[in-house]
């Protein structure tokens, strides 16, 4: 069964950093690829939004507000998605949450493409 496996959430001053991390495992890394990864955060009253993804070509997308201090990457032989957030703002604090989107990798088995989320890690940014 998938299971994305986030880490590095925690309790930061403002202007501190941290850094999050979520792999993909519980599946071959051999018969899947991956489309899009990213994180997502929700604070309670508010919709959920998009903080940064990353496609399986490496282009990636940041929300206006973070730009200029979030940085995502990957390590594609490890199936891992990395958000390296610096100056980190009180608003920013949140459930952060990753996703990835998933598919087989062509000429394995049948086809399939399905969404798969993480189940969150709590950021908090306060003095």
């Known amino acids: 069964q998938v299971q994305l496996v986030e880490s590095g959430g925690g309790l930061v001053q403002p202007g501190g950093s941290l850094r999050l991390s979520c792999a993909v495992s519980g599946i071959s890394g051999s018969i899947f690829v991956v489309n899009a990864m990213g994180w997502y955060r929700q604070v309670p009253g508010k919709e959920q939004q998009l903080v940064a993804s990353?496609?399986?070509?490496?282009?990636?997308t940041y929300e206006d507000s973070v730009k200029g201090r979030f940085t995502i990457s990957r390590d594609s032989a490890r199936n891992t998605v990395y958000l390296q957030m610096n100056n980190l703002k009180s608003e920013d604090t949140a459930v952060y949450y990753c996703?990835?989107?998933?598919?087989?990798?062509?000429?394995?088995?049948?086809?399939?493409?399905?969404?798969?989320w993480g189940q969150g890690t709590q950021v908090t940014v306060t003095s």
């Open positions: 996703h990835a989107d998933l598919s087989n990798r062509p000429g394995h088995g049948s086809s399939w493409r399905d969404d798969y």
């Open positions: 990353i496609t399986g070509g490496g282009g990636t």
